[in-house]
């Protein structure tokens, strides 16, 4: 069902998604306890803006409290999900490349396993608010390990043992982290723990999205330009190479960088599910194989999804928050099972 063949079909498409993506932005602004329009949003938008600018500017409709509501509380928490969603379809794309693997995911070399455990320990410690630099702490050296124990006598990096390297670290993190939940956790330290690992964005600032925002931008950015030569692994190794293509250090080099804004992004948002899974798969239905189309496409196509499950997370039961984990497993799960259907009919 490849309907993105051209490359005015695939400007088309991207500015769709965009402006899909600032309208949901705008609608999701807008939702919460505090009764705060669309119109109004907008125009205290404007407002900011224009201030930053000009030296008069049009007075903002919105109250002290409500503006704060809205650009201190929920502003942060739309951009750092979808700069988070952005980043993970993108990782999962990329992964699911080198290793040559459908159910690869960015958290395939244990790097969410590793952040758990930085996560875990210093919560049980009550320092949550060393929580992000802990968290990408236990992912990079979680990365570490993988790399170490996945690569050969000459440095040789193959698909099927980074898999089985990276499945072994993450079985040894969860292990930790049980051990830890079960012998030191109690009260509200458990329930924080646990709402962190299955993924949230609730109590997100600014300087979190910013971090988000920016690892996805540098290293996002990074991986966009690899498209020729994701699409040479895609053949195997021994095509890759024959193209050109330098395999040991580019795959360790596009690892490497995959699992470096993983890290950054699990650490801001915990550990959310099948986004790096889910789209790259939904929009290869789309788009084809080409990754010069796929990787832009699950960037935006992501940033939607994350952004319309954190929206619904904290706002379909009004007495309590879900954390977006459960969201994006409760769609992503039916979604996946669906796809494989669809391909196995087409097979």
């Given at each position: ?14 500015v ?23 119109l ?31 650009w ?91 898999v ?20 030191s ?35 996002g ?86 952004l ?40």
């Amino acid at each position: 069902m490849r309907i993105v063949r051209s490359t005015a079909a695939l400007g088309f498409t991207l500015v769709m998604l965009v402006a899909l993506l600032v309208l949901l932005a705008g609608w999701a602004l807008t939702l919460g306890q505090a009764d705060i329009g669309v119109l109004g949003v907008w125009t205290s938008a404007w407002h900011h803006v224009c201030g930053a600018v000009f030296e008069t500017c049009p007075a903002n409709p919105l109250g002290r409290i409500d503006d704060a509501i809205v650009w201190q509380g929920r502003a942060p928490r739309v951009v750092g999900a979808a700069a988070v969603g952005a980043g993970l379809a993108l990782c999962g794309a990329v992964m699911q490349a080198l290793t040559r693997n459908p159910l690869a995911d960015p958290y395939l070399l244990g790097v969410s396993s590793g952040a758990s455990v930085g996560a875990v320990l210093v919560l049980v410690l009550g320092l949550g608010t060393a929580l992000p630099l802990a968290a990408f702490l236990g992912g990079l050296g979680a990365l570490v390990l993988t790399l170490a124990l996945a690569s050969g006598r000459g440095g040789g990096l193959s698909p099927v043992r980074t898999v089985l390297a990276g499945v072994a670290v993450a079985q040894a993190a969860s292990a930790v982290v049980s051990f830890v939940l079960f012998w030191s956790s109690t009260g509200d330290s458990y329930r924080e723990i646990l709402t962190w690992l299955m993924g949230s964005l609730g109590g997100a600032v600014w300087s979190e999205a910013f971090v988000a925002l920016a690892a996805c931008a540098a290293v996002g950015g990074f991986l966009l330009l690899q498209a020729r030569t994701l699409d040479a692994f895609t053949f195997g190794d021994v095509a890759a190479a024959a193209l050109g293509v330098a395999v040991t250090r580019t795959r360790w080099l596009l690892l490497g960088a995959s699992a470096l804004l993983t890290g950054v992004l699990v650490s801001v948002a915990g550990a959310i599910g099948f986004v790096g899974l889910v789209v790259p798969h939904a929009v290869r239905l789309v788009v084809g194989e080409r990754h010069h189309r796929l990787l832009p496409v699950a960037a935006l196509a992501g940033a939607s999804f994350l952004l319309l499950a954190d929206t619904g997370a904290r706002s379909l039961f009004e007495t309590r928050e879900l954390p977006v984990g459960i969201m994006t497993a409760a769609v992503g799960a039916p979604v996946f099972a669906l796809l494989l259907r669809r391909r196995a009919g087409a097979a």
